[in-house]
C-alpha cells in the first residue's frame, strides 16, 4: 500500500474511492473497504481511501476529540484489508470552505475516480452540504457513479466510532473489541518509572502513550502484550497508583509481562486491551496491595488462557 500525505502527491487514471475519517475502523468502516477493495480489484483498478488528519471536528469545532487510532495505526489497518492507496489530506478551516463541487473535481482529476462509495449518513464540502444526494448529482456531471453503503449494525444498534470511545473511556474494553471487531489498542514507548514495582518484585513496563488516543478508564485489565513480533500475557493497571501517589493527575499506564523477565526501556510496547478486572483502589498497606495483584494476576491468567 502506498501512502500519500497530500492529494497532489498521487496521479491516477482510475479508482474507487472512499472518504471518511475512519477513526477506529470498526466493523461497519470495515464492510466499506471490503467492498471497496473487492469491486476495485474486479475491475482492475486501485482501491483508495481519503481520510483528514486531524479530525475535521476538531477543526470546525475547536473542541478536543481522542481518537481511536493515530494515523499511522489507521494506515496499517487499512493495509490489511487490502488497501490500495491511502491520502491523508490536512483539514484545515480554508479545506472546510471548499464546495463538494470543487472538493469532488479535484479528486477527479487527481484520482481518475470511477466509484465513489460513502456510507448512508456521509457528507462533506462547505456546511456538509455535499450529502449522499448531492454527491451523486456531482457524480452524473463529472462521469462517476455513487454506491451508498448501510449502516453496519448489530442488536446493540448502529455501529459508529463514538459509541466505542464512549465505551473505551468508561472501561468496557471487552463491548469496544466486538464493536471494533479486534481488540482496542495502546503503543508507546517504554520508559523509567519509579522502580516501585520491581521493588515489590511485580516489574512493570511505564508506556508513554499518545496524548491523541482515548485511554481507558482508570483499573486493572488483562491485555495482550507485543514487543514487536513476540506476544505476551499482561496485567495492566491504568492510574495514578492512589496507595502511593494519591495526588497524581495524569494517569500512568504500567503493564506487568507474565513470565518475562527483560529490561525493555526505549522498546515499542503494543497493549491490546481484553477485559477489565476492577477498580483502581487505594490499600492500607503495601501487603494488601501486592495480595490482591497476585489475585489479578491469576485471573488475568484464566482470562487469557
Known amino acids: 500500500m502506498q501512502h500519500h500525505c497530500a492529494l497532489e502527491d498521487i496521479t491516477l487514471e482510475h479508482s474507487w474511492l472512499t472518504i471518511g475519517v475512519y477513526d477506529g475502523v470498526h466493523r461497519g468502516h470495515q464492510e466499506i473497504i471490503r467492498r471497496l477493495t473487492r469491486g476495485a ?16 471536528a476538531v477543526v470546525l469545532s475547536g473542541r478536543e476529540i481522542k481518537l481511536l487510532t493515530t494515523p499511522v495505526e489507521r494506515a496499517e489497518d487499512f493495509e490489511t484489508l487490502g488497501l490500495d492507496e491511502l491520502v491523508t489530506v490536512a483539514f484545515t478551516t480554508e479545506l472546510s470552505q471548499v464546495s463538494a463541487f470543487e472538493f469532488m473535481s479535484r479528486l477527479k482529476s487527481r ?7 460513502i456510507g448512508y449518513d456521509f457528507a462533506l ?3 456538509r452540504e455535499g450529502n449522499t444526494a448531492r454527491l451523486t448529482e456531482i457524480g452524473r456531471e463529472l462521469d462517476y457513479q455513487v454506491q451508498i453503503i448501510a449502516a453496519v449494525s448489530d442488536e446493540s444498534g448502529v455501529i459508529s466510532s463514538t459509541e466505542i470511545r464512549k465505551l ?3 472501561g468496557d474494553v471487552a463491548e469496544a473489541a466486538r464493536l471494533l471487531g479486534h481488540p482496542y489498542s495502546l503503543r508507546g514507548k517504554v520508559v523509567h518509572g519509579d522502580g516501585r514495582g520491581h521493588r515489590i518484585n511485580i516489574p512493570t513496563a511505564n508506556m508513554d502513550y499518545p496524548l491523541s488516543k482515548v485511554i481507558p478508564a482508570n483499573g486493572i485489565y488483562a491485555c495482550w502484550a507485543y514487543l514487536g513480533k513476540e506476544k505476551f500475557k499482561a496485567l495492566v493497571n491504568i492510574g495514578i497508583n492512589p496507595t502511593f501517589t494519591p495526588d497524581k493527575q495524569t494517569p500512568n499506564v504500567e503493564a506487568h509481562l507474565l513470565d518475562f523477565d527483560r529490561k ?11 477485559e477489565r478486572l476492577r477498580d483502581e483502589k487505594k490499600f492500607d498497606s503495601v501487603e494488601a496491595l501486592i495480595e490482591q495483584i497476585h489475585k489479578d494476576i491469576e485471573r488475568g491468567r484464566q482470562i487469557l488462557a
Open 264 to 274: 525493555i526501556y526505549d522498546q515499542v510496547l503494543k497493549l491490546e486491551f481484553v
Open 168 to 170: 473505551v473511556s468508561i
Open 41 to 56: 480489484h474486479a475491475d482492475g483498478m486501485p482501491a483508495v481511501v481519503l481520510t483528514f488528519d486531524p479530525h475535521p
Open 111 to 117: 484520482l481518475g475516480l470511477d466509484q465513489l462509495l
Open 125 to 127: 464540502g462547505k456546511g
